[in-house]
Every structure is written in C-alpha cells, then in structure tokens.
C-alpha cells in the first residue's frame, strides 16, 4: 500500500528535497542513523518482502565498500590502530567511513522510495509549465534507469529463446551480458531522441496546450505540509544553534546526554519516520477495517 | 568449463599479489624506539617544529583544533634537536626519523603523487594545510633560508639546522617573503 504517496506532489516534493538534503549535510551519526531507519523502514512497506531482502544484502555490501575505503586512504585522526604500508589506520577515519556510508545507502533508499511515489506524471504537473524542457529531461533521466533494466531483461529472454548464451560457464555468461548491455546502451540513445521527438510532435512546451491531471489540493495536505514546514523550520533554527555540529577529526566529538537534548533528536527522529509512520497506519487501520466485516 | 578455472585462477593471483603488498605493523613496531647514537665523530643535523604562528590567528584555526594537545602553549611541537646524518640524507629523511622517534603525527603525499617530483607534508600533530585560513600549510627553512623547493629534493650537510614552521600567511608572517622573482625562478 502506498498511502503517503496521496498527498499532493508539492507535499512529496519539498518532504524529499528536506530530507535528502538534511541528510546529505548533517553530518551527525545520530541523524544519519535516524534517516536510515527512516529510509529503510519506509522502503518496506512499499516493496515486497523477497526484492526488499534481495536490496537490503545489495546494499549491505554497497556500505561495507565504502565504510572499508576511507580508512584506506584517509589517514587523519587520533587513535590509530595499526599500520598499513606505513600509513596509520585509524578509529576516527572508520567511524568517519561507517557514517558516510551510512548516509550513501540512507540516500539510495530515499531515493528508490521517491522513484516508486513520484511517478514522472507528478514531476511533469509540478515543473511541466515551469521549466518544461529541464523537467522532460529530469523525468527521463529519473526514468532511465528502471527502463534500460527492464529492455536488458527482454534482450536478454528474446536471445535465450533462440538458443544463445545457454553455456554453463560463469565467464561465458558475463561476456554475453556484456553484449547485451553494448545493444542496450545504442538503444537507450535511440530511445531518448524518440520520446524527446515525440514530445515535441504533440506540442509539449507550446503556448496554449493544457494539461489534465488528477492532483487535487485537499485539507489532509493542508495540514501535512504545515506540520512538515513547522518540522523544518524547528530542525534548521536547531541548526543555526549548533545543536546538530559534529567533528570527526582529529578527534570525534565527545557528546554529552542530556534530558535537553531528547526532544531536539526526537524532533529529527519524528521527521525521519514520518512516512514509515503513515504507512503504518494506514496499514493497521486496513487490518481493523478487515476484522470488522 | 576451463574459463572459469582460469578466471579463478586470475582472481587467486590478484589477491595474492595485493595481500603481499600489505605491511600491517602495531603502533609500537612503526615507532622508533631507537635511534643512531650521537657518536663523535658523526655528523649531525638540527631540527626543530614549530607551530607559533597559529598563536596569532586562532581565531582562523578550525574550531576542532583549538586545544593544547595540537598547538602547544607556546608553539612549539618539538624543540631543536639533534639527530644524526646519514649519507645522501634529505630533509624528508630527517623529519620521517624524527616524527617515527618522538611519536608525533605526520601525514605526507609521496614524491609520485605530485607535480613537483617531490615529498609533501600536509600536515604535522594534525595540523593541515589550510586548518588555520586559506594560506595556511607546513613551510622548512634551513640554516634560516626557505629553499622553495620540495622537502625530499634537499640534501643536507654537516650542521645543518632545520626549522619546521606552520603559516598562516603564505610565509609572510613566519619571516619568509615570497617574491615576484623567485616565483618566475620557479616556474623556470
């Protein structure tokens, strides 16, 4: 189910542009962790369970690459370890790789959530009037992946069907894909001129063409979008105070509990959750519906 | 079938070659614990780190920095001292020993990593370059000239006294102006 993606684009739009950003430049290891719960929980409830899992290990190995390289090739901090060729591995440079990967993996899971919910025909209704030429190929570039997965897959059946690439070899089969993924690169190029072309021939972009769409502005996104705003403006003024300042080297900042600082985490940590929350929701309430017929 | 054995074998080669590439040492096997004795016939050199001039712009050093533990009370990180010179030794040797003794950190980009063909010290008891301002970094003086060239291209004699300094200024306010002229000599 995939209740979140109701409200309005404009709500969706600006809820994902916050996060990722918040995401991307707080480098706090608490707010990365709460994004990536936030990011992760909310990605299951819009997949099923066996490409979700299937994700989650892709991933997993994703973040052990990058969490494994910055140590190697960053040698600042305090506390070392041990010696590598002659250059101190050390904890800060470790701590420093597990949070940027951390934070790499919360953003691609925010971002395959947005795939999934912002459909390019919402893209198109909030920019297609505005920047209608930079929105057609932001759409196309945010579409170009899931389609040139989709063609290698077809390629890749329509070549078995006549007998090729059947060998058992593990070499044999990745040579073969190899070709499959050179047809498929000519054909995403021929692809693209295609739709751009075909967009113009039915006078996208032009004076005086409408458009219908289905996106309504209701009082649920009324409210959603005040309580996101007042969410962002709570978290950037906790910002300007310097609540969220971190440094990694030479030393990692030493952080001090206290009872003040819950609801200024919490605050982060609501906004983080907030979709996964609303999924769940809806989701209990589908089931309580259930049991009372 | 026999192209995945040789891949694998490929593969088995590779990390083999990468895993006898690794050096792995403890703290303490990096660290000298001894040094060349001072005999009296040796010849010897002077070095000295200094980071003073971080004093007069704390406000420009980077707000992680600002503790005793990476700028001493007085600047100084390593008072002159003397260690002995082996042959053909370069200011880059000197300094490597030096850090290795007295367990002080340093981080450098290797002579084959750079334009200039030479060692560069990015940063010495974790301060970098441009910690303290954009025209901050490590400069060397020996025997009170700055030589203007890399720290692994200069060859040192007899007596020699090597001063480590960290600016703030491009060298301007450690003593040292860099001038038109030998910019161009540089460049030449």
């Known amino acids: 189910m995939k209740s979140f993606a109701d409200y309005h684009p404009l709500v969706l739009f600006v809820y994902y542009l916050a996060v990722v950003s918040l995401t991307v430049f707080l480098l706090h290891p608490a707010i990365i962790i709460f994004s990536l719960l936030g990011a992760v929980v909310f990605f299951a409830f819009l997949v099923p369970v066996r490409p979700f899992s299937r994700d989650i290990v892709f991933y997993f190995f994703v973040f052990l690459l990058v969490a494994i390289t910055n140590p190697i090739f960053v040698h600042k901090g305090e506390t070392i370890l041990f010696f590598l060729n002659d250059n101190p591995v050390t904890f800060e440079a470790i701590v420093y790789g597990i949070v940027v990967a951390a934070m790499l993996v919360a953003v691609i899971f925010w971002s395959k959530a947005y795939s999934i919910l912002m459909t390019s025909d919402k893209f198109m209704y909030l920019f297609g009037k505005a920047i209608p030429k930079l ?88 409210t959603m979008f005040i309580s996101i705003s007042l969410l962002i403006v709570a978290i950037f003024w906790l910002i300007h105070r310097g609540v969220f300042a971190y440094n990694y080297y030479p030393a990692l900042t030493a952080v001090e509990w206290s009872l003040e600082q819950l609801p200024q985490f919490a605050i982060v940590f609501l906004f983080m959750i907030l979709p996964a929350l609303i999924e769940l929701k809806e989701n209990l309430l589908w089931i309580y519906l259930k049991s009372t017929i | 079938m026999r192209k995945d054995l040789l891949v694998l074998a490929f593969i088995a080669l590779l990390i083999a070659v990468i895993v006898n590439g690794t050096k792995i040492q403890s703290v303490e096997e990096y660290y000298l614990t001894h040094i060349d004795d001072i005999t009296e016939d ?57 850090v290795r003794h007295n367990k002080i950190h340093m981080e450098y980009q290797g002579a084959d990593e750079n334009v200039f063909g030479s060692v560069y010290i990015q940063g010495i008891n974790h301060l970098y370059e441009f910690s303290c301002g954009p025209l901050s970094g490590w400069m060397y003086s020996v025997n009170g000239e700055y030589p203007e060239y890399g720290v692994s291209r200069y060859v040192l004699e007899d007596g020699d006294e090597i001063e480590f300094k960290y600016t703030c200024d491009l060298g301007r306010d450690i003593g040292h102006e860099f001038t038109r002229e030998e910019g161009r000599k540089i460049q030449r």
Not at chain 1, 167 to 186: E, G, H, P, Q, Y
Not at chain 1, 205 to 216: A, I, S
Not at chain 2, 60 to 82: H, M, N
Request: net charge positive; charged share 30%.
């Open chain 2, 42 to 98: 040796a010849e010897t050199v002077f070095i000295s780190i200094d980071a003073g001039a971080v004093l007069d712009n704390w406000d420009k050093l980077d707000p992680a920095l600002r503790d005793e533990k990476y700028v001493p009370e007085d600047g100084v990180i390593l008072e002159k001292t003397e260690y002995v010179l082996r042959p053909n030794d370069t200011v880059f040797d000197i300094l490597l020993r030096t």
């Open chain 1, 135 to 222: 929105s057609l190929v932001m759409s196309m570039a945010l579409r170009f992946i899931p389609e040139f997965k989709a063609q290698i897959k077809k390629v890749n059946r329509a070549q078995k069907s006549i007998g090729l690439y059947t060998s058992d070899s593990i070499t044999d089969r990745m040579l073969s894909s190899l070709r499959t993924f050179n047809s498929v690169l000519a054909w995403s190029f021929e692809h693209a001129i295609h739709q751009a072309d075909a967009m113009k021939a039915r006078g996208y972009g032009l004076k005086g063409r409408t458009n219908f769409f289905l996106f309504r502005w209701k009082r649920r996104d009324v």
